[in-house]
């Protein structure tokens, strides 16, 4: 345990901005993922600050720690980091999540701590399990044999509210009860599948910030925060589409600027469309002119200027990393994703001018009518492209979420999936670096995705068989076919045997 403890503290010696409160009220702010990835999460960050700024509560973190097989070993309670308490001690567990497949790390984190994963199993000595995050703009019902409350949507806000009633009730039923009367609390004893509709923060609390900055990250000593919040675009894959919350809310540049603190050296600018906002050439410019390196997530090639190409290379950006999304212009179409050829090919063009490495391009392939010759299509595009600049291809497959106007469509199936992936690899071979998230893990996500609380509750027999692929598909597999769900295939059915390809 000690060389364990040693970890947390090596991280906490190397952070600027731990806060470090007791507090009568305190909470575990438990991240399913390891620390790298929490704490590049600005939600994740940014309730971190604003539970710690609320008289009389603290938020204290706790992480799935990366080595998980030494954490079982030593048979040590999971702990906090800013208290080396044990998180079964905490009152109210509140966590973060974002993807559909940490499921998994919120039961180990929960086996870790000695809590029982499922509801029905605790007792009013274990601490209240309250979910929030990303997940819930799509489909929490997953988490629902989990946690006794998840908070839907932009919990900015409405988290004190809820950690409030959940403090103030003299038992866990009675705060149920009455969270159950929140418009944006779903409380999966009292509601059944019925989610309620996710929160919308006011304006006036954006942006979001980080409030630690730490070597140990993803993005390594970055101060994050959000210049706007969701997007205005409609894609119609993607869940941060205009429809959810009304679209796009703008920071203003000087509010943006006033947040950054002298300390932070690297800034990242990260939202959904961050190079919609109006003044992003000139954010950018100024933090440049401050002496500051910059970051941007999202970049639109329809957004992508002389200007800002060239703003963005003196903030230290040696790769230009945008999206196509569908393999060919006719995908594209098909998705409203409202990206052309020629504002791709001006991207590169642009990188190429202002000196930049490379050229990064995330795409999806397994999308609803998609052919070969749309493939085919990307890579004759891609071998254009890599004549211009190095060419670098992020490749992933179409995974349908609810709450979107593509919510329901079927997967691809893994051997279609891998067909398209084997057929644009040899297509690209020797010219373009491609990189491909798995076919598998993608039906995984997919089946959780679109799945309910059945397959919620396969995702720990998952777990506790191994968390091999080959577990994930027994769990799903096994699942009674008279189940309550939305999945247009059984897993053993087409999901596992697509359709053949067109052609090979
Ligand atoms: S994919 Fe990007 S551009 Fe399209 S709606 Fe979503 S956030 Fe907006």
Redesign the pocket.
């Known amino acids: 345990m000690s060389d364990l403890k040693g970890e947390i503290l090596g991280r906490l010696r190397d952070e600027i901005g731990t806060i470090d409160k007791d507090a009568p009220e305190a909470v575990a702010l438990l991240y399913p993922s390891p620390y790298r990835v929490g704490m590049s999460s600005l939600g994740y960050q940014t309730i971190y600050r604003s539970i710690n700024a609320t008289e009389g509560r603290a938020a204290h973190r706790a992480f799935l720690p990366d080595d998980l097989d030494a954490w079982r070993q030593s048979r040590a309670p999971l702990v906090t980091h800013e208290k080396l308490r044990p998180v079964s001690d905490y009152p109210v567990i509140a966590v973060s999540v974002a993807y559909e497949t940490e499921l998994a790390g919120l039961i180990q984190c929960l086996e870790l701590a000695g809590i029982p994963p499922l509801a029905e199993d605790r007792s009013e000595q274990h601490p209240f399990i309250l979910a929030g995050g990303p997940l819930t703009f799509s489909n929490p019902l997953p988490l629902a044999p989990f946690v006794d409350a998840v908070v839907m949507g932009e919990a900015d806000q409405s988290v004190h509210d809820v950690l409030g009633v959940i403090f103030g009730s003299d038992s866990r039923d009675s705060a149920m009860r009455s969270l159950s009367a929140h418009p944006h609390v779903f409380v999966p004893s009292a509601h059944g599948d019925m989610l309620p509709p996710i929160d919308k923060a006011d304006s006036d609390t954006l942006p979001a910030y980080s409030q630690i900055i730490t070597p140990h990250t993803e993005l390594r000593n970055m101060f994050l925060i959000e210049p706007e919040r ?6 119609t ?6 429809s959810t919350n009304d679209g ?1 809310r703008i920071v203003k540049m000087d509010r943006i600027l006033s947040l950054i603190p002298d300390a932070a050296k690297r800034v990242g600018l990260v939202g ?2 961050t190079t ?1 906002h109006p003044q992003i050439a000139d954010i950018v410019n100024a933090l440049v002119d401050s002496g500051r390196e910059v970051g941007l997530s ?1 970049l ?1 090639a329809d957004r992508l200027t002389d200007e800002l190409v060239a703003a963005l290379r003196r903030g230290g950006h040696r790769v230009l990393t945008t ?1 196509s ?1 569908g393999a060919s212009q006719r995908m594209r179409d098909i998705i ?3 990206t052309s050829e020629a504002q791709l090919r001006q991207a590169a063009e642009l990188a190429r001018r202002h000196g930049m490495k490379r050229l990064k391009l995330y795409v999806m392939v397994g999308l609803p009518e998609e052919t070969d010759e749309d493939i085919d299509e990307l890579i004759e595009f891609g071998a254009e492209l890599s004549s211009l600049i190095p060419l670098s291809l992020g490749v992933a497959p179409f995974v349908a979420k609810r709450n979107t106007p593509l919510d329901g469509t079927p997967f691809a199936g893994m051997p279609l999936v891998e067909a398209r992936l084997r057929r644009l690899r040899r297509g690209v071979r020797g010219r373009v670096e491609l990189r491909a998230t798995s076919a598998r893990w993608a039906w995984v996500e997919y089946v959780l995705a679109q799945g309910g609380r059945a397959e919620g509750r396969a995702v720990l027999d998952a777990v506790r068989a191994g968390g091999r692929f080959s577990d994930w598909k027994r769990a799903f597999n096994a699942l009674p076919e008279e189940r309550p769900r939305r999945l247009l295939v059984r897993p053993g059915d087409r999901l596992g045997r697509a359709p053949a390809p067109a052609s090979s």
């Open positions: 969701g997007c205005h675009r409609g894609c894959y993607c869940v941060m589409r205009r796009m959904a469309a919609d999202s639109r999206a999304d409203q994703r409202k």
